[in-house]
């Protein structure tokens, strides 16, 4: 753990991951330019904080950036929600600072920060209609009438409630709440806005019109998000930037892309969509061998017979006749999923998660193929601190 | 058939046996004769003549200005109290809540004494700053009682939210939390009023020499031998603390719509 830990406390979100180096610049579809333009506004420096005696944070380092759309992403748990808390000041670190553009404001209370949350249960003063609700934090900072009205007008289009003035929070639906909670935040024109799962209590349908909503409105306002979620869809939708976090430690940063196809670690990998994760010893730059079997692979650096963990994404595994394949198994499993197949391939002691849209019925024979750019080699965890770390979830 | 009108007269007599007494006690209060043996026809002599009686109308102003102050200064230390305790670990809260709810079970006798001796031994001269302070100890438990069940169903985040828009920790309290548990303060208020009006055990073992409230003053003037202005006296406390009763369980309702 000590050895990941430090890599990450060096490494700076300005930098794609160093083993991206060695890798086919192709396949790096997106890099957001936001990382190269905008300045950091919040840095979060070697922040530890425990409750009653069990560490939630350990030694935490995050820079942030301007207009970024970054998320938290991690288990229950794992501290996402504490970071943002000290972030908002209701939680202060044991140890450690919390920089907002260049200014030490550790130690200052949530009503002095030039930041606003968006609470998971909306939060909204139940006795005050809307209109009240949303010029809360105007009136507290004296401005005129006119300019309160205007606002609240402006803020209710905004979230597409226009009209709600008079209404009571009670008489709303959950997504309109959450998104009167939303135009309370922003009226007051704070530089990032923290949102705690805000969309935790909707469902489905609505939770993914929001997602849409949420994107277009950081794009209108131009301000800094920082989102917290376990939910790692919502994630990868709305994010520029993905920090993955488990048990108080960040295991690691970068585009929804790079988090995707380049996870660091088994965690990652199996935190953020479904993956086949299989022992590997790499024996050498670009030669892998998988279950006994050598695959072609692009990474280099590792050394030479070195016990690597491999992902391999269930839709970049190809099933082919059995001929072709370089290795040869047996479907066990099919299921049916609307866009896709779903097969599970039992192939050298190892089940093969699948996604086709081509279909092999159960107990065909097939050969199973990986383009070498498919394969991700990760690090093995480095200790059994980490690994504990990894697969307990 | 038979079972129906057996089930009317069995409730019919548990009323009487509960209310007769004080049906019988606000009757006389109306009788014209002075003996409690013969009806003398309606009066509300004894009404006015009580409101004639200096003493007694010093016991009633007495009587009500501790029942105000009282529940007024035990509200305050309740509710503030009541907030503290909300942010406590389930495990401490469970011991402070049943650490609170102990003086309530107590006799009041009991808690009459040990109080007159706490004052005794402190120094402190029996009268009315003494009651003050008595029905205050008695009255917060029965203020958290109301607030607390109000403090446990508010968000949490309404308060942070507050602080977050730029609130001062006291404007988000007044504005944002307070609003939310007014019902239950509100309540607890009556209750604390309800208790300390028809207190007289612990008023009476704390009272000194020459302070009265209405109970004790009934008490001293039964002893040298009824009078039928106590009856009205009685008649009067026990209206006004059906009324609070009333009040008590109506306020949360209202408040709610």
Redesign the interface.
Known sequence: MRCAKAKMTTRRLLFLPQKAAGIDLRKITYIPEVFEMNKELINLVDISKSFDGEMVLDELNLNIHENEFLTLLGPSGCGKTTTLRILGGFVSPDKGRVVFDGKDITNLPPNKRQLNTVFQKYALFSHMNIAENIAFGLKIKNKPKSYIDDKIKYALKLVNLEGFEKRMPDSLSGGQQQRIAIARAIVNEPKVLLLDEPLGALDLKLRQDMQYELIRLKNELGITFIYVTHDQEEALTMSDTIVVMNQGYIQQIGTPETIYNEPENAFVADFIGDSNIIDAVMLEDKLVSILGTKFRCVDTGFGRNKPVDVVIRPEDVELVAPETGIIQGTVTHLIFKGVHYEMEVTANGFEWLVHSTGMFPVGAEVGIKVDPFNIQIMNKPASEDEEAAAIEE | MIRTVARKIYIILIFIFLYAPIATLMILSFNASRTRAKWGGVTLHWYISLFDNREILQALWNTLFIAFISSFIAVVIGTVACIAINYMGKHKRAIVMGITNIPMLNADIVTGISLMLLFISLGIKLGMGTILLAHITFNIPYVILCVMPRMKQL?P??F??????????A??FF??VF??ILPGVLSGFLMAFTMSLDDFIITHFTKGAGVDTLSTKIYTEVKKGIKPEMYALSTIIFVTVLLLLFLINKAPKEKLD
Request: charged share 20%.
């Open positions: 968000n985040s309404t942070e939210a507050a602080l977050d828009l730029g609130a001062s920790p404007y988000a504005k944002v609003p939310d």
